[in-house]
């Protein structure tokens, strides 16, 4: 049963801190999704690539995100210097060849993080 | 640009009850159309989707949406609820930029939450 794996569940770190997330997406997939949820602004996209390339990351602040995809079978999202307006869940999904255009995204279990 | 627009931030049912979630959409272009379900503490999950070839689509645990163009909506029903369906559910539609290709983005809804009731 494939999955898109992230890790870590958990995050808890002081304002400041540099935040490493990381995801594996489904063995196959050719584009990758890195969202944002919280409460008050709902599901937000940061950032997506297709073939290991960036496509859009209109949706990061670029002075403190960055999302990488060192190979295919990893993407990063990297946060310096966390904030506290930084605390959300932060989903990975990854779609399949074949979707391209169709939209079919499959998600991990998420990442929550909380800044103090 | 395309967007959705979901009808109600909670919707709530007796269990065994008729469960409707309102999505109308709106797209310059024909659209590709997702409802994804998410439960407590989990990522979202495919329950169906649009691709043009059929206007009722079937999707997983008795789901089922109808794609009707002349009222741009994409409402998704199941006869009856069970208490398992508890969940936010997301309507989506699948981007195309100017050029009229898509790289799978969506646009998401803001998500209906249903609360099933014994």
């Known amino acids: 049963d494939a999955r898109v794996t992230q890790t870590p569940r958990h995050k808890v770190t002081e304002m400041g801190q540099e935040v490493t997330m990381r995801c594996q997406p489904i063995l196959g997939h050719n584009t990758v999704f890195w969202y944002r949820q919280t409460m008050m602004q709902g599901l937000e996209l940061l950032a997506y690539?297709?073939?290991?390339?960036?496509?859009?990351d209109s949706g990061m602040p670029k002075d403190r995100f960055s999302a990488e995809m060192p190979d295919a079978t990893l993407a990063t999202l990297k946060i310096q210097p966390s904030e506290p307006r930084d605390s959300a869940v932060y989903f990975c999904?990854?779609?399949?060849?074949?979707?391209?255009?169709?939209?079919?995204?499959?998600f991990g279990p998420g990442t929550r993080l909380t800044v103090t | 640009a395309q967007s959705v627009t979901q009808l109600g931030s909670h919707v709530s049912v007796s269990e065994g009850a008729l469960v409707l979630l309102r999505c109308n959409y709106s797209?310059?272009?024909?659209?590709?159309l997702f409802w994804y379900v998410q439960y407590p503490n989990q990522g979202l999950q495919l329950l169906l989707k649009?691709?043009?070839?059929?206007?009722l689509v079937k999707g997983i645990n008795g789901f089922e949406a109808e794609f009707k163009k002349s009222e741009t909506s994409f409402h998704l029903t199941k006869p009856s609820a069970h208490m398992s369906d508890a969940a936010e559910y997301f309507c989506?539609?699948?981007?195309?930029?100017?050029?009229?290709?898509?790289?799978?983005?969506?646009?998401f809804g803001q998500g209906t939450i249903l609360t099933v009731h014994p």
């Open positions: 989506a539609v699948s981007v195309v930029n100017a050029g009229g290709t898509s790289y799978g983005k969506l646009t």
């Open positions: 690539f297709r073939n290991r390339a960036p496509l859009d």
């Open positions: 649009y691709t043009s070839a059929a206007t």
């Open positions: 797209s310059s272009v024909p659209p590709y």
């Open positions: 999904a990854s779609g399949p060849r074949f979707s391209d255009g169709l939209g079919e995204q499959y």
